[in-house]
Protein backbone atom coordinates (compact mmCIF):
# COMPACT_ATOMS: atom_id res chain seq x y z
CA UNK A 1 0.00 0.00 0.00
CA UNK A 2 1.25 3.48 -1.09
CA UNK A 3 0.56 7.21 0.11
CA UNK A 4 0.79 9.36 -2.60
CA UNK A 5 2.68 12.80 -1.45
CA UNK A 6 1.98 16.09 -3.50
CA UNK A 7 3.64 19.70 -2.44
CA UNK A 8 3.99 21.80 -5.57
CA UNK A 9 4.01 25.20 -6.14
CA UNK A 10 0.25 26.83 -6.55
CA UNK A 11 1.78 28.99 -9.28
CA UNK A 12 -0.31 32.26 -10.72
CA UNK A 13 -0.27 31.70 -14.15
CA UNK A 14 -1.66 27.86 -14.46
CA UNK A 15 -3.29 27.02 -10.76
CA UNK A 16 -2.23 23.70 -10.01
CA UNK A 17 -0.83 22.51 -13.09
CA UNK A 18 2.39 21.18 -11.23
CA UNK A 19 0.17 19.76 -8.18
CA UNK A 20 -1.84 18.12 -11.24
CA UNK A 21 1.17 17.00 -12.77
CA UNK A 22 2.66 15.39 -9.48
CA UNK A 23 -0.13 13.75 -8.98
CA UNK A 24 -0.68 12.10 -12.84
CA UNK A 25 3.09 11.11 -12.44
CA UNK A 26 3.00 9.72 -9.16
CA UNK A 27 -0.18 7.54 -10.30
CA UNK A 28 1.61 6.11 -13.48
CA UNK A 29 4.26 5.51 -11.14
CA UNK A 30 2.32 3.29 -9.17
CA UNK A 31 0.95 1.70 -11.59
CA UNK A 32 4.08 1.30 -13.46
CA UNK A 33 5.17 -0.92 -10.21
CA UNK A 34 2.07 -2.81 -9.17
CA UNK A 35 1.58 -0.47 -6.12
CA UNK A 36 -1.67 0.35 -4.87
CA UNK A 37 -2.13 4.42 -3.83
CA UNK A 38 -4.24 4.18 -0.82
CA UNK A 39 -4.34 7.79 -0.15
CA UNK A 40 -3.48 11.16 -1.71
CA UNK A 41 -2.12 13.86 0.40
CA UNK A 42 -1.22 17.19 -0.43
CA UNK A 43 0.21 20.51 1.12
CA UNK A 44 0.72 23.85 -0.28
CA UNK A 45 4.22 24.62 -1.45
CA UNK A 46 5.91 27.19 0.93
CA UNK A 47 6.84 25.88 4.82
CA UNK A 48 10.06 24.34 4.19
CA UNK A 49 9.58 22.36 7.08
CA UNK A 50 7.56 19.34 6.82
CA UNK A 51 6.26 18.69 10.03
CA UNK A 52 4.41 22.19 9.85
CA UNK A 53 2.55 20.74 7.36
CA UNK A 54 -0.88 18.89 7.34
CA UNK A 55 -0.40 16.59 4.71
CA UNK A 56 2.80 15.50 5.94
CA UNK A 57 1.96 14.76 8.99
CA UNK A 58 -0.80 12.59 7.59
CA UNK A 59 2.04 10.97 5.80
CA UNK A 60 3.51 10.56 9.15
CA UNK A 61 0.78 9.52 10.82
CA UNK A 62 -0.28 6.55 8.44
CA UNK A 63 3.74 5.09 8.52
CA UNK A 64 3.40 5.58 12.44
CA UNK A 65 0.43 3.25 11.93
CA UNK A 66 2.00 0.48 9.80
CA UNK A 67 -0.79 1.37 7.06
CA UNK A 68 1.59 2.40 4.17
CA UNK A 69 4.23 0.44 3.47
CA UNK A 70 5.53 3.15 0.61
CA UNK A 71 5.65 6.82 0.35
CA UNK A 72 5.85 8.05 -3.41
CA UNK A 73 6.71 11.71 -3.30
CA UNK A 74 7.78 13.90 -7.05
CA UNK A 75 11.43 14.28 -6.19
CA UNK A 76 13.26 15.42 -2.63
CA UNK A 77 12.31 18.73 -2.64
CA UNK A 78 8.42 17.81 -2.55
CA UNK A 79 9.58 16.67 1.14
CA UNK A 80 11.61 19.71 1.82
CA UNK A 81 13.16 22.11 -0.09
CA UNK A 82 16.72 21.72 -1.47
CA UNK A 83 18.13 24.72 0.94
CA UNK A 84 16.60 22.83 3.74
CA UNK A 85 18.49 19.36 2.84
CA UNK A 86 18.91 18.75 6.15
CA UNK A 87 15.22 18.02 7.23
CA UNK A 88 14.90 15.77 3.82
CA UNK A 89 17.30 13.16 5.07
CA UNK A 90 15.42 13.09 8.55
CA UNK A 91 12.34 12.43 7.39
CA UNK A 92 13.15 9.63 4.96
CA UNK A 93 15.21 8.01 8.00
CA UNK A 94 12.55 8.69 10.21
CA UNK A 95 9.34 6.90 7.51
CA UNK A 96 12.42 4.43 7.09
CA UNK A 97 12.38 3.51 10.77
CA UNK A 98 8.57 2.87 10.46
CA UNK A 99 8.56 0.80 7.35
CA UNK A 100 8.12 2.84 4.92
CA UNK A 101 10.26 3.65 1.99
CA UNK A 102 10.50 6.76 0.15
CA UNK A 103 9.80 6.55 -3.91
CA UNK A 104 10.63 9.34 -6.54
CA UNK A 105 7.90 9.43 -8.98
CA UNK A 106 9.68 11.63 -11.52
CA UNK A 107 11.30 9.51 -14.41
CA UNK A 108 15.08 11.02 -13.95
CA UNK A 109 15.19 10.35 -10.25
CA UNK A 110 12.40 6.87 -10.48
CA UNK A 111 15.26 4.55 -10.41
CA UNK A 112 17.80 6.18 -8.59
CA UNK A 113 18.31 5.43 -5.02
CA UNK A 114 16.36 7.33 -1.99
CA UNK A 115 19.61 8.53 0.10
Known sequence: MAVLYVCADRGTQMR?????????????????????????????????????????????ALAEAGTVSQVLVRWPAAIAPDAAREFQGREIRWLESRGARVRYTWAPLANAAVR
Open 16 to 60: GLAADRAESEGRAFAEQHGLTVTEVVTDAYGDPHPTRRPGWLRVR
